[in-house]
Nanobody, 119 residues
Framework: QVQLVESGGGLVQAGGSLRLSCADSGHTYAMGWFRQAPGKEREFVATISWNGGRTYYADSVKGRFTISRNDAKNTVYLQMNNLEPEDTAVYYC???????????????WGKGTLVNVSS
């Protein structure tokens, strides 16, 4: 059973940085980050392949966010820099067999961590 637990969310001012972490139960999967803002649908943020060799980003975060993984620690990270109020959302990590940009391509999900960016 794959269990994913996100951490690192919080309140930050616009222009600031946060690093989200996603601890998994030791399985090797492609990992993705998604987010859902109030009143909006869940959207893709970033994904990384099982070996870290490929990464993809949503256009809205490209150049500001970086996804990485440390398999020795069973952890995936999302470094978020130059945060904007529009980045406010609950952020979810997900595990799947391939690096997809759609929610249905991931089989396992964490419960999310809230990021709140104030202007």
């Amino acid at each position: 059973q794959v269990q994913l637990v996100e951490s690192g969310g919080g309140l930050v001012q616009a222009g600031g940085s946060l690093r989200l972490s996603c601890a998994d139960s030791g399985h090797t999967y492609a990992m993705g980050w998604f987010r859902q803002a109030p009143g909006k649908e869940r959207e893709f943020v970033a994904t990384i392949s099982w070996n870290g060799g490929r990464t993809y980003y949503a256009d809205s975060v490209k150049g500001r966010f970086t996804i990485s993984r440390n398999d020795a620690k069973n952890t995936v990270y999302l470094q978020m820099n130059n945060l904007e109020p529009e980045d406010t959302a609950v952020y979810y990590c997900a595990a799947g067999l391939s690096t997809g940009t759609m929610s249905y391509e991931y089989d396992y999900w964490g419960k999310g961590t809230l990021v709140n960016v104030s202007s």
